[in-house]
């Protein structure tokens, strides 16, 4: 239920006239629907204990919204939706959950699921679990270097050389040039030997780009506008506005195609358009296990690797890992590197948890979101013991906020090494790096690498 938090948090702001009071924390507004004409919510977000209200239910073409329990039948026949998952499932480029990890691993796990195991434990299995993440991180950890790079093209773009009216933002604008700063620097891209004069631009080795979690596509017009990038292909699961698309698409020389499918569906040797090509996949915001999925879907096992457009068609990639919290062990691309360290499905889990110390400095509320793209998180002073606090919560609250913050970047770092070494066995030579200063964006690590053959 959207209502404010109960945890000293801020409180939303107040509805504005004439509109439904449920809060869409995702979005940070309010319901657009006007309320029912006896209650402050409309028949979407009507409460199941208001009077006349039925309970509803997820609808089962698309579980992000709901229906009356007794208007399931009737719903599912006529969801707006039903028509694009058919016209989804029906593409040559669909295979449900191709990209989802060892089916054997069970489902999902949820964060309040991570936090209810980790308060069952004992003080003294947390205590161990604390001892074994510092072990683990200082036997295997990869360092991880800074390499904030701005290269001469992308100089020139970011000085507004490059006229577009679009929404960029001086924080994402810094993210997405050192992206392809460094994708230059570890020979991914051919450097801009010579003035961009006249709209041609430097020629790369890659014939085309697959950007995964793409969202509006800017990182790709970087790409276009610095390096030339002529084949774009943005996989995306959501909708958004203020896309790049319309900028691209207005250059003649470009050939976009937006594929709106969850990653872990992806078959990338299904897209008729990039066969043949050689290709880089790139992504600035791959949260929790979209990680892992991607690079499942660039370095696919279970599909025929004698494919014309499997492995070999892949020339580098670079992505940028963040969220750490979501991910999942059925998902991870490096179980045995984990399992050979003693790392459990439970300490996997739990380390989830605790990575968002890393970035939120206080992971101890149960409902404190983690804000990572648009406020940067500072790691908080001491706090006060809640009198109320028990067991592993009361123990967590006594860590020092630093030194929780440095268990939660030890936790990120096991993670990301792991995907690393990951790639490193599948024959590309990778590299871990902090691509931005933490003041930018806490969310700051780039995983690189580029295939050998």
């Not at 494919?307 to 890992?321: C, H, P």
């Not at 599948?426 to 930018?440: E, N, Q």
Request: charged content about 25%; proline content about 6%.
């Amino acid at each position: 239920m959207g209502h404010a938090p109960a945890n000293g948090k801020r409180s939303p702001p107040p509805p504005p006239l004439g509109r439904c009071h449920f809060w869409l924390p995702n979005k940070r507004r309010h319901c657009a629907n006007s309320p029912l004409p006896s209650s402050q919510y409309c028949g979407n977000h009507l409460p199941e204990s208001a009077p006349g209200a039925g309970r509803r239910v997820p609808c089962p073409v698309d579980p992000s919204h709901t229906v009356l329990e007794e208007n399931l039948e009737a719903h599912v026949g006529k969801c707006p939706l039903k028509k694009q998952v058919a016209a989804l499932t029906a593409q040559p480029y669909y295979s449900k959950g191709i990209n989802s990890g060892t089916p054997e691993a069970g489902c999902g796990v949820t964060s309040a699921e991570k936090r209810a195991a980790v308060y069952r434990l004992t003080e003294e299995e947390f205590r161990l679990l604390l001892g074994k993440i510092r072990s683990v991180h200082a036997a295997v950890a990869a360092p991880i270097r800074e390499s904030n790079l701005i290269t001469a093209a992308c100089d020139k773009w970011m000085s507004g050389q490059v006229d577009r009216k679009m929404p960029y933002q001086e924080r994402h604008v810094a993210q997405q040039a050192s992206i392809v700063g460094n994708m230059e620097a570890f020979g991914l891209l051919q450097k801009a030997s010579h003035e961009v004069v006249d709209g041609e631009n430097a020629a790369v080795s890659a014939q085309a780009v697959v950007e995964f979690g793409a969202g509006r596509g800017y990182l790709t017009q970087v790409l276009v506008d610095c390096y030339g990038i002529r084949n774009v292909f943005l996989v995306e699961r959501r909708s958004y506005k203020l896309k790049a698309d319309r900028s691209l698409r207005q250059n003649e020389d470009v050939t976009l195609e937006r594929l709106r499918i969850d990653i872990e569906d992806l078959k990338l040797h299904g897209i008729e358009a990039l066969r043949g090509l050689q290709y880089l996949a790139i992504g600035k915001h791959l949260c929790g296990p979209a990680t892992d999925m991607t690079m499942m879907c660039c370095l696919p096992e279970r599909y025929d690797q004698t494919e014309e457009n499997g492995k070999r068609s892949l020339q580098g990639l670079a992505l940028a890992t963040c969220c750490h919290h979501l991910c999942q062990w059925k998902h991870y691309t490096n179980k045995s590197f984990l399992s050979g360290l003693g790392i459990t499905e439970e300490d996997f889990h739990a380390m989830t948890w605790f990575s968002s110390w890393a970035v939120d400095g206080d992971h101890s509320y149960p409902d404190a979101p983690v804000e990572v793209e648009d406020t940067p998180s500072e790691v908080r002073g001491p706090e006060k013991l809640d009198q109320e606090a028990v067991g592993i919560e009361r123990v967590i609250r006594s860590i020092p906020a630093g030194e929780r913050a440095t268990l939660g970047s030890m936790c990120k770092d096991i993670i990301d090494t792991g995907r690393l070494l990951w790639l490193g066995q599948k024959g590309l030579v990778a590299d871990l790096v902090s691509y931005v200063p933490s003041s930018i964006s806490p969310e700051n690590r780039l995983l690189i690498a580029k295939c050998t053959s």
